[in-house]
């Protein structure tokens, strides 16, 4: 068997091309982790707001229970003054309850009837109560459909991630072999 022997010129061309393929390997990877680093931050960055924004959630979602409280303590507040002002009127405890909560019954029915197209009374307190959390939102600047913009860019983030370390794994395997 014949060995083959190589001029000079040829020995070092060959080293040259292995230079710049391994360099230009190298610059990929390179470009890869900083990727990888990069989607790892923003991941990491993104949970965090995540976190501040679902617990600021619940904050405001505590103080629009308040609030809502506080509406239906005031309306139930109005009713009795309004069975008080029946009865000083000259009409029984009895008659003026019994006036007051037909008329009040009716009134609530017949909302919930025009504006809800049903007959049930708690539609309303629903309606009302998302309304004053709604408010209590918008008073404090508070947008809940970022908590799920958040989570799907995470999810693409992480989805990402996993592409690029599988990529940058099978590249590594065909480089090393």
Known sequence: MKKI????FTIVLIVIVLLVVFSL????????????SELEDQVRNDLRLLKLSEERKEELAKKAAKSYRIVVT?????????VSLTVFSGYSYLDALELNVGTVGVILTMITVIFYNTWNPDVLLKALREKIKALVYQKNNFDPSTIEL?????????LELEELRMEYLAESKVGVA
């Open 25 to 36: 390997f190298g610059k990929y990877f390179n470009s890869v982790k900083a990727r990888v």
């Open 5 to 8: 022997r190589l001029d000079p």
């Open 74 to 82: 005031l309306l139930f507040s109005t009713f009795l003054s309004l």
């Open 150 to 158: 958040l989570k799907s860019k995470i999810s693409i983030n992480q």
